[in-house]
């Protein structure tokens, strides 16, 4: 039976990713570094902010990371002065899971500093009853923020679920051992999810009831 649902942010509940490839273009620009193509920068939406960029410029060097990420986060801060909406159907879908009893939680690859902002800016702040961040535990694929809401829940993988829009999501799910969904409108293409073998691929949020009203 599940118990803790476990959600990505962006691209998954939140529709963000033009916005936070946009900001990458913008940032890369402003440090004297070429652009990424929108489609190039929506690849990496997921990891944390250093891995992402060092993917995106292969040979980067330390001190363009630090000037990338305070650009960055600067243009972020200013574009999302009115937050990114969410997806149809997300926020009823996650009160009526709450309303269940479900734990939910989030497990991104923004920083703590971005979660919390935006949390607060949408007044959610106290609604999911746990998160973790790429800057405080591992980013994905790595599987330290869901083995660290497990413990922090004692909750065995098999009562888990892990909703998300990318390979970097699902891979981490797998390595925890925690089932999967991968929703199909999000960063990645969903040809690319058959090898991680999600329980299924949704092409509305709201479809994750009818999931676990069956199993």
């Not at 902010?49 to 801060?77: K, N």
């Not at 065995?156 to 991968?182: K, N, Q, R, Y």
């Not at 991680?196 to 199993?215: E, G, K, T, V």
Request: with cysteine; charged share 25%; aromatic share 8%.
């Amino acid at each position: 039976m599940v118990k803790l649902l476990i959600f990505d942010w962006d691209g998954t509940l939140c529709d963000s990713l033009s916005r936070i490839a946009l900001c990458i273009r913008c940032a890369a620009e402003e440090v004297g570094l070429p652009p990424p193509m929108e489609h190039e920068a929506r690849e990496i939406v997921g990891l944390g902010l250093v891995d992402a960029l060092e993917e995106l410029f292969p040979g980067i060097h330390r001190d363009q990371i630090l000037a990338m990420r305070d650009s960055y986060s600067r243009h972020f801060v200013e574009h999302d002065r009115e937050p990114s909406p969410f997806f149809e159907g997300v926020g009823e879908t996650l009160e009526g899971l709450k309303q269940q009893g479900y734990l939910l939680a989030v497990a991104t690859g923004k920083s703590r500093k971005g979660l919390d902002r935006v949390l607060k800016t949408r007044q959610l702040s106290d609604f999911f009853h746990s998160s973790r961040c790429a800057d405080e535990a591992a980013g994905k694929p790595d599987p330290l923020m869901l083995n660290e809401l497990l413990e922090e829940f004692d909750v065995a993988p098999a009562e888990a679920l892990m909703v998300g829009d990318t390979e970097f999501d699902l891979a981490m799910a797998v390595s925890a051992g925690i089932p999967c969904i991968a929703v199909s409108y999000g960063a990645h293409c969903p040809s690319r999810f058959q090898q991680y073998a999600p329980i299924a691929i949704i092409d509305s949020f709201r479809d994750i009831n009818n999931i676990l009203n069956n199993n």
